[in-house]
């Protein structure tokens, strides 16, 4: 119940977004409370290496997290490790494809962990006594595991075959990983513990979650009309930005588990060090999503959309003057609009 | 699933609050649910000195099935001259109906597949062009019997199971009463102490509920509440449900009850734009910046006196404590940090002057 997604601009720079939303225990309580993308490298190696590397998930929270955190340790141990071998820095670590592989590994070695987990909680053996075909009793002894019921039924648990409910938690997660490094360039990557694949993504974007469908119709229209100069390295950001905005300001509206602030992740590899990376989560990504949902009700101009909402992410115009523009320039009005941000019904601002 | 939270507010009077969120099938959001529905016309009413109102969350057909039905069940009896005992009567048609909604569901299923129906099931064999056909096969019966018990379903039968609906009214004989209808439980259970919430937000609503309850003696409790503030505390309940449990979303529809009125006050609906403010009321004191007793005050003229809207919306901003970070709290930014966005805002302004 989630929605991430990814956008490549051009070589050096590309956009990642989400929303906050998390349903929690079987009643689904709403909290705003996960990170849905985070990076996954240390600061020393950002800075050392020039490389970025974010990483959105969707599923299971706590699994999801877990891969995460996880990831970040591991990439970090085998920078180290490359460090002290070398005795200095790496002229070049490891690229995106390498660090993608490295992430599914984890994930891998911690699926594998849970589905132990409920195989032994079950049966009383692991996926490796099952592969062996054989278990150790708890008198030392070994005894076979050639029951053909009890062999049917694990392998369904071990591959997800049909899909069983009861290790739903353990399959159901998806990745996006996004980001840059200096001889590849800004590349996107999707994982899906269900089938499972670590693929790159050869398209410029990339959608995951529950708002997946609304997100890639917006998505797929902006792809579309990009030419193929345009797609292979020459994405607007403000036009890729509001083509995200306008995928999840959908997902929001008719998808269930999309909600909160969204979360917007921009990196550019060509900038100055140090404004390379803009994460934003506050006010200001609130506005952007509010001005893309006026764009979309005739609020504002296309061009106002655009102008608004790169300003305030891009260039760092301050959240109240974008606010004030944003009631400014409305077509119907400041009175209108607020009643249409407030969500009141459409009789309160359409006729207007 | 939506939510359908009702209090009794007196012996004559009280609220029934019901939001218009659903999701269909993968989780598509919608928020035009329709859940509150008035059984009686205004001449039934009238002649039976009564007002029922049905609440409903889960599966809209089955409750679109059992409304028709109950309307269907109503008229008949008002054409004949005859009236219900009372709300009990009226609850217990619409389970009624309700039950059938679940178990049509279930013999339609089992006549697609084999043939038959429960009651052949019961009886072993049915019939086909006068020829008796015997239920000898134990797999198709197995199969059959976990259909007709609801203990094997699939999608659609567990929305049938899981639908829910509250009947809420008065009549002379009892006053203000409202019952639960389950068919998961197969009960049409009477809700004696004067509150009911039902649906995906019920937790938070019982919650805000059981906040106002439990601080009160049992005198206190007996007392009921000024109608003004019945619909805070049931708009303040519905509110908390709506932000924070899943399948629950858009504008809070009202319907209030008043044996005391007249004929046609007795049952009136506040949606739209108007339950919209009320809701707002209602969220800027649950924010902190509007003290309960004015907005008490504030809904007593929106609901109750009919207010001109603009006018109520001018004294909401007149009265809170930061018109601004209202209106930014109101727009969906986050309780803490609305008050930073208006003061950035006013900082902005003052220093340009305007």
């Keep these: 119940m989630t929605s991430i997604n990814a956008m490549r601009l051009n070589f050096h720079s590309g956009l990642m977004l989400c929303d906050e939303a998390r349903y929690w225990n079987p009643e689904w309580m709403i909290f705003y409370t996960p990170e849905k993308i985070r990076t996954v490298l240390r600061p020393d190696i950002v800075e050392e290496q020039g490389i970025f590397l974010f990483m959105g998930q969707t599923g299971t929270s706590s699994i999801g997290d877990e891969f995460i955190d996880r990831t970040e340790k591991a990439i970090a141990a085998r920078y180290d490790a490359e460090k002290k071998s070398l005795g200095r820095t790496p002229d070049a670590f490891v690229g995106l494809r390498e660090l993608a592989e490295t992430a599914f590994d984890v994930i891998t070695d911690l699926k594998r962990l849970h589905v132990d987990d409920f195989l032994r909680g079950r049966f009383g053996f692991t996926t490796e006594a099952f592969v062996r075909g054989a278990c150790k009793g708890e008198d030392g002894a070994t005894r076979a595991i050639d029951d053909q019921d009890t062999l049917k039924e694990v392998l369904k648990y071990v591959t997800f075959e049909g899909m069983p409910e009861e290790v739903k938690g353990i399959f159901g997660n998806s990745q996006v990983l996004a980001g840059y490094d200096p001889q590849g360039g800004t590349r996107i990557f999707y994982m899906t513990e269900r089938m499972p694949v670590c693929e790159e993504v050869q398209e410029i974007f990339l959608a995951q979650g529950s708002g997946r469908d609304t997100c890639d119709l917006q998505f797929s229209h902006f792809a579309d009309t990009r030419t193929v100069r345009e797609r292979r390295g020459d994405v607007d950001r403000v036009e890729g930005l509001v083509a995200l905005l306008k995928g999840l300001d959908c997902a929001f509206r008719l998808t269930a588990g999309v909600e909160g602030y969204p979360k917007i992740i921009y990196w550019n590899a060509d900038a100055e060090p140090g404004s390379q990376i803009l994460e934003i989560s506050d006010m200001r990504s609130k506005l952007a999503a509010e001005i893309v949902a006026a764009g979309r009700e005739g609020f504002l101009h296309d061009d106002d959309v655009h102008e608004l909402a790169g300003a305030l992410v891009f260039e760092g115009r301050p959240f109240e003057a974008v606010n004030d523009d944003l009631f400014r320039r409305s077509r119907r009005g400041a009175e209108t609009i607020l009643k249409f941000l407030r969500g009141w019904p459409a009789s309160a601002w359409k006729s207007r | ?354």
Aim: proline fraction near 3%; aromatic fraction near 10%; charged fraction near 30%.
């Design chain 2, 1 to 354: 699933m939506a939510l359908v939270n009702l209090l009794r507010f007196s012996k004559t009077s009280g609220g029934i609050v019901a939001d218009e969120g659903f999701w269909n099938i993968f989780f598509r959001r919608r928020n035009h649910g329709d859940n509150l529905h008035r059984l009686l016309t205004d001449e039934m009413a009238s002649a039976w000195n009564m007002e029922v109102v049905l609440g409903t969350v889960g599966y809209p057909s089955v409750h679109q099935e059992l409304l028709g039905e109950t309307r269907a069940d109503m008229a008949s009896r008002h054409a004949k001259g005859e009236k219900p005992e009372g709300v009990r009567e009226v609850a217990r048609v619409v389970f009624e109906a309700l039950q059938r909604a679940v178990r049509r569901r279930i013999d339609q299923k089992l006549r697609f597949w084999f043939g038959f129906e429960s009651a052949d099931l019961h009886r072993g064999y049915y019939e086909k062009n006068g020829e008796k056909i015997p239920l000898g096969n134990e797999t198709v019966k197995e199969a059959a019997r976990a259909q007709a018990k609801g203990s094997k379903r699939d999608r659609l039968l567990t929305s049938v199971f899981d639908a829910r609906a509250a009947v809420f009214g008065f009549d002379p004989l009892y006053g203000v009463t409202a019952f639960y209808l389950s068919p998961e439980n197969a009960i049409c259970g009477y809700v004696h102490e004067g509150f009911d919430c039902i649906g995906t937000g019920k937790y938070a609503s019982g919650l805000s509920l059981g906040l106002d309850f439990n601080a009160k003696t049992m005198m206190m409790r007996k007392a009921g509440y000024p109608p003004a503030e019945g619909v805070y505390e049931l708009l303040r309940s519905s509110v908390l449900g709506v932000d924070h449990f899943k399948e629950t979303a858009g504008t809070l529809h009202l319907a209030l009850l008043d044996a005391d009125a007249e004929p046609g006050r007795r049952y009136r609906e506040i949606f739209d734009e108007r339950a919209r403010l009320a809701g707002e009321v209602v969220r800027a004191s649950m924010g902190e910046m509007l003290e309960r007793e004015t907005a008490v005050a504030l809904l007593e003229k929106i609901v109750f006196q009919e207010a001109p809207l603009d006018q109520a919306e001018g004294e909401m901003f007149d009265q809170a404590s930061d018109a601004l970070a209202l209106q930014f709290l109101l727009r969906g930014y986050k309780k803490k940090e609305a008050p930073l966005c208006a003061r950035r805002v006013r900082e902005a302004r003052d220093g340009q002057g305007t």
